[in-house]
């Protein structure tokens, strides 16, 4: 069973940071790409980052140079850095990742059950 386990939300004064960690856990063939979305109530869960087993990153606009994306592959371990965190960054953070939890099987999307981030004072 394929688990996707995420740390490090919480509350932060503006202008704060925070590193959100995703570990992929249980039995699997391949990690391919992983991201963070995040979500707020009343709206559509959006892209944050994603970076692929390669480590090519994509970054949504309004994140960039803000955030920052990165794996450990050794450790099936997603990170995301956020830095000077504003209060419009408030959500839940989901991570994602595409695995292939065995040879000739196509690979499946999880989700994380997502953290908290509040940045407010």
């Known amino acids: 069973q394929v688990q996707l386990v995420e740390s490090g939300g919480g509350l932060v004064q503006p202008g704060g940071s925070l590193r959100l960690s995703c570990a992929a856990s249980?039995?699997?063939?391949?990690?391919?790409?992983m991201g963070w979305y995040r979500q707020v109530p009343g709206k559509q869960r959006e892209l944050v980052a994603t970076?692929?087993?390669?480590?090519?990153?994509n970054y949504a606009d309004s994140v960039k140079g803000q955030f920052t994306i990165a794996r450990d592959n050794a450790k099936n371990t997603v990170y995301l850095q956020m830095n000077s965190l504003k209060p419009e960054d408030t959500a839940v953070y989901y991570c994602?990742?595409?695995?292939?939890?065995?040879?000739?099987?196509?690979?499946?999307?999880?989700w994380g059950q997502g953290t908290q981030v509040t940045v407010s004072s």
């Open positions: 994602n990742a595409d695995i292939v939890s065995s040879i000739y099987v196509p690979s499946f999307s999880y």
């Open positions: 249980g039995s699997f063939f391949r990690l391919n790409a």
């Open positions: 970076i692929t087993g390669g480590g090519s990153t």
